[in-house]
């Protein structure tokens, strides 16, 4: 007797719909490997090497975390979009041209990011370099699996993880670069020359491919979900930000709530009830597809939130350099990268489900470890938590796509890939909305709290306040009477960054809540374990 396990049983459902399928010169889908790593290593650059540079476009636009959080939210965003819609776009078009729009767009997007001269330039730059990766990643899949045959898919896939594993890694290190020895535009202009390579590279190399078998384009869904997605995003961000006055309950926020709601309404009824519908979600009916894109949208808003708050934290609290701040997330893409097959393996031997439940478990644990950070914690504590991170992340995505795309069809598996990235996107986006939303909340709860506790006529008070006066005198040169103006703003000043780092480890602790809801959906997966004669 021998045992099928789930991972195996897809392996085999792929070999056996995909047997007469022959690719074309040897060496040409090797080629065509190389070119899409470059794009997706650009692609997936960019949605890291920012986080790092964050805290000097804030100082250089004089803006707060509220606004600049649009410079990571509208890429991201604009990723969504773009990741259902591509794949019928080269249906019709062609993928070899819709993936040389894809390096194109994202080049120019490139190149308006670092000619621009206020964060709204800036954000609608992002959009269109957003647009472009949206269109590459999704499409540089499907050429893969479409040039490489069945027995050597699996090792074409892993070469392309390769390439998003290493940006991960190596992303905030050369954003952090430079950040502190050129400037923050450069991290934008670099793509330039890259991505005038893999152009040239895509028009030699890639020969083009159209499906003559292409329905029509939804229309009413894509719509609906452009209206959705930035209206709902919009509103979370700025339901709470020092801009808005009237809070969660200014016409406008409430405006914007109301329209998202419509359009989601719209999207949903469309898409269920169209025969040629924009996202397939009838395929979410699928019960270990619609858990594992669940667990996907969950395990995303934590992991996307948290990265885009670790380098702020770093910088503004810590005092990290640029450079030290991206040199941190070095060590979390190496070891997701070694963690992958190994948890292809354990998941093979055992249960997709267990190195998946260990992986949630481990990444909760990781955010709340985080949540007890101070403005005076130790580099050896902070890395802990990302070598946990690295390791979580790399148990987790593997046996959670097997699991996930066991009983789906393999005509379906496009959309389905689909869909799984756009929730992963969708994830996201949301995570840092949310997280930037709280951080500023609770900054000004802490400093509410912290400034109520300080009585400026106890003697505690008094006696600290001499004791800086008298610094301030002795050390900067001060007369009495700015001395203890001076004392009176360093108090305050450690207040702030007290609330700073409450508020931080507020958005951790959410984070790990967040993570372990995961475990949920996980638990009523199912697993098939067929016994066969050998």
Request: proline letters at 4%; hydrophobic letters at 50%; glycine letters at 8%.
């Amino acid at each position: 007797m021998r045992r099928i396990t789930p991972s195996h049983l897809l392996r085999k459902r792929l070999r056996k719909r995909d047997s007469g399928f022959h690719p074309q010169h040897d060496n040409y889908k090797w080629f065509v490997l190389a070119n899409i790593m470059i794009g997706t290593f650009m692609a997936v650059l960019d949605s890291t090497i920012v986080n790092v540079g964050l805290p000097k476009i804030m100082a250089s636009f004089g803006v707060g975390i509220d606004k600049i959080e649009w410079v990571v939210t509208a890429y991201m965003l604009s990723m969504a979009v773009m990741l259902p819609t591509s794949g019928w776009l080269a249906d019709k078009f062609g993928y070899k041209r819709l993936y040389f729009m894809g390096l194109f767009m994202f080049t120019l997007g490139s190149l308006l990011c670092g000619m621009s001269h206020d964060e709204n330039t800036l954000i609608l730059s992002r959009i269109i370099q957003g647009l472009g990766a949206g269109t590459i990643q999704p499409l540089g899949m499907a050429i893969i699996t479409r040039e490489f045959p069945p027995q050597q898919r699996g090792m074409a896939i892993g070469f392309w993880a390769i390439s998003a594993a290493a940006s991960v890694s190596f992303g905030p290190l050369i954003g952090g670069y430079l950040v502190d020895n050129f400037s923050w535009q450069l991290i934008f202009d670099v793509n330039i020359p890259v991505g005038i390579a893999a152009m040239v590279f895509t028009i030699i190399i890639q020969k083009e491919y159209i499906n003559k078998k292409v329905g029509k384009f939804d229309l009413i869904g894509f719509i609906s979900v452009v209206t959705f997605l930035p209206l709902m995003l919009y509103a979370l961000s700025e339901g709470s930000a020092s801009s808005n006055s009237a809070g969660w309950h200014a016409p406008y926020i409430l405006i914007c709530f109301a329209i998202s709601i419509v359009a989601l309404a719209v999207f949903i009824t469309r898409e269920l009830t169209t025969s040629n519908p924009l996202i397939d979600l009838r395929l979410l009916g699928n019960y270990n597809f619609g858990m594992g894109n669940l667990v996907m949208l969950i395990f995303s808003m934590g992991m996307f939130g948290s990265t885009f708050l670790m380098p702020v934290y770093l910088q503004n609290s810590m005092g990290y350099t640029a450079v030290q701040a991206g040199a941190v997330f070095l060590p979390v893409g190496i070891i997701q990268g070694m963690m992958s097959p190994i948890s292809g393996k354990v998941s093979d031997i055992f249960s997709p489900k267990a190195p998946i439940i260990l992986g949630i478990f481990v990444l909760g644990s990781s955010f709340i470890l985080n949540s007890e950070l101070s403005y005076l914690s130790e580099h050896s504590f902070i890395m802990t938590s990302l070598y946990l991170r690295g390791f979580a992340m790399g148990i987790i995505f593997t046996p959670l796509s097997t699991l996930s795309l066991l009983t789906m069809p393999r005509e379906k598996m496009a959309q389905a890939s689909g869909i799984s990235n756009t929730m992963r996107q969708l994830g996201g986006s949301l995570g840092v909305a949310i997280f930037t939303t709280m951080l500023t909340t609770r900054i000004n709860h802490h400093m509410q709290m912290f400034g109520g506790a300080i009585q400026a006529g106890s003697q505690e008070f008094k006696n600290v306040a001499t004791h800086l006066a008298a610094f301030a005198q002795q050390h900067v040169g001060s007369n009495m009477a700015t001395s203890a103006l001076q004392s009176k703003y360093m108090i305050m000043q450690h207040v702030s960054r007290q609330a700073y780092v409450a508020g931080i480890d507020d958005d951790f602790w959410l984070a790990a809540m967040i993570t372990f809801v995961g475990l949920i959906p996980v638990l009523i997966m199912k697993t098939k374990k067929l016994q066969v004669k050998a």
